[in-house]
């Protein structure tokens, strides 16, 4: 690999070979760190129901119309207080594990560092979003179902 800016970042082509080493693999998750930046893949887990999403293309802005307060963009004058949860990857946001099941956190519930809070779909892969500390959920920025960005706002923890 190069050295310039761009051999920090992965490239599709890297993503999707990796992804189809652990698929053939017996490992269950994989995680590749690049600089600042971190890769985790992990398989869905055994019995888990895989879900066709139609995610829109992306066009900047472009957020739902509709939504419940709960599930607002935060602004920098009204960010909420606490520790922000992002996104690691672009993908679809789900709160629980399966359409039937519970969603693994509520607003309010207590939360130990390392607990799944969501989990978010890329490439048929549902990765595992993890609290990065212990605390109080006070803020759940993204609707079950939603797109979500690299970077963007999924639960504030304080």
């Not at 109080?136 to 609707?143: K, L, N, Q, S, W």
């Amino acid at each position: 690999m190069d050295n310039d800016q761009n051999s920090r970042y992965f490239t599709i082509a890297e993503i999707r070979k990796l992804i189809t080493l652990l698929e053939e693999s017996n490992l269950h998750d994989l995680c590749i760190r690049r600089g600042e930046h971190k890769l985790k893949l992990a398989k869905a887990p055994s019995g888990a129901q895989t879900q066709a999403v139609t995610v829109p293309a992306h066009t900047p802005q472009s957020q739902p119309q509709t939504q419940t307060p709960q599930a607002q963009d935060a602004t920098d004058a009204q960010k909420p207080e606490g520790v922000a949860v992002n996104s690691p990857m672009v993908g679809t946001f789900y709160r629980a594990p399966s359409p039937s099941t519970p969603s693994f956190v509520e607003l309010g519930h207590e939360v130990e560092e390392g607990q799944v809070l969501c989990i978010v779909e890329a490439m048929k892969m549902m990765n595992q979003i993890k609290a990065p500390a212990s605390g109080r959920i006070t803020h759940i920025a993204v609707e079950n179902g939603s797109p979500v960005e690299y970077g963007q706002d999924l639960f504030y923890i304080s």
